[in-house]
């Protein structure tokens, strides 16, 4: 199995910034893609990115593009969120998600493993 633990939420004021990490432990040679998720009160689970395994490939969310950067570390087994110019909508539990493909997905049952969450508000 593997294990995903995030960290780096809390308050932020909106048009700041905020990095949120998410460490891989386990059987991590199982762990292909990755990607982080979010969901705020009273909504679904919904996509803010992926990276596929080799990092040559990334993509977001329209709702982020342009103010959010995901970077991994395949030796030290990490995952980064880089927020920029975060807005109120941004408030959310940020969840990290790994699966054995090695290309990522929009899809969060297309993922075989996930953190617990990291909350993430925005002062207005």
């Known amino acids: 199995q593997v294990q995903l633990a995030e960290s780096g939420g809390g308050l932020v004021q909106a048009g700041g910034s905020m990095r949120l990490s998410c460490k891989a432990s386990g059987r991590t040679l199982r762990l292909g893609a990755m990607g982080w998720f979010r969901q705020a009160p009273g909504k679904e689970r919904e996509f803010v990115g992926f990276?596929?395994?080799?990092?040559?490939?990334?993509y977001y969310a329209d709702s982020v593009k342009g103010r959010f950067t995901i970077s991994r570390d395949n030796v030290k087994h990490s995952l980064d969120l880089q927020m920029n110019s975060l807005k109120p909508e941004d408030t959310a539990v940020y969840y990290c998600?790994?699966?054995?493909?090695?290309?990522?997905?929009?899809?969060?049952?297309?993922?075989?493993?996930w953190g617990r969450g990291t909350q993430v508000t925005l002062a207005s």
């Open positions: 998600a790994g699966r054995r493909h090695v290309d990522g997905s929009v899809v969060p049952h297309e993922y075989d493993y």
């Open positions: 990276i596929n395994w080799s990092g040559s490939r990334k």
